[in-house]
């Protein structure tokens, strides 16, 4: 069984969001759990992203064909405490969402098949997606600062839906490939 280093349930405390939060004893998270859960991770050379054919590879592949990159710190990020506090509010998409972390470190969070949360940590060098219709959230580290390529199939669409969203067509059929992992 491969293990993400940094992928674990998450206990429920209500302190800083950008702490590690690791459930007592530590349940770490393989890839394979991941993968079951429609959560795909790679390992790429952040250095080089402009010329890395691996990256090239996966976006050819899985249609990317929309790329953008922000930076999420306090000086850069206008309204930085409110879009911080948006990112963590629990939501889905109607599209996958794919993150490659440039440098620094954060943190997404998905749920698993029984509502429980599991906290991927990413740093520079990881890519990540997260399928349509699972509920999940964002946030930095306690080094408060990310830099991240923001990837897309075709226009990017910016549009969260906060939980409760399981009437959506997307969560439901989300939900139904759960069902034969």
Not at 103 to 120: L, M, N, P, S, T
Not at 156 to 174: L, S
Request: aromatic share 12%; no cysteine; glycine share 4%.
């Amino acid at each position: 069984m491969t293990f993400i280093p940094s992928a674990w349930y998450m206990d429920s405390s209500d302190e800083d969001q950008r702490k590690p939060h690791r459930l007592r004893p530590h349940q770490p998270v393989s890839l394979d759990e991941l993968k079951k859960l429609g959560v795909f991770h790679w390992r790429l050379d952040a250095d080089h992203f402009d010329s890395d054919p691996e990256l090239r590879k996966i976006r050819e592949e899985r249609g990317y064909s929309y790329m953008d990159i922000i930076t999420i710190q306090k000086d850069t990020l206008p309204n930085y405490e409110e879009k911080l506090k948006m990112f963590y509010e629990e939501h889905l998409h109607l599209d996958d969402e794919i993150r490659y972390i440039l440098d620094g470190q954060a943190y997404f969070d998905v749920r698993d098949k029984e509502d429980r949360w599991i906290r991927i940590s990413m740093s520079k060098g990881d890519l990540i997606t997260l399928p349509a219709g699972i509920y999940h959230r964002f946030t930095l580290d306690e080094t408060n600062y990310t830099k991240a390529m923001r990837l897309f199939v075709g226009e990017p669409v910016w549009k969260a839906y906060n939980r409760p969203a399981d009437d959506f067509e997307i969560r439901q059929k989300y939900v139904s490939s759960l069902q034969g992992s």
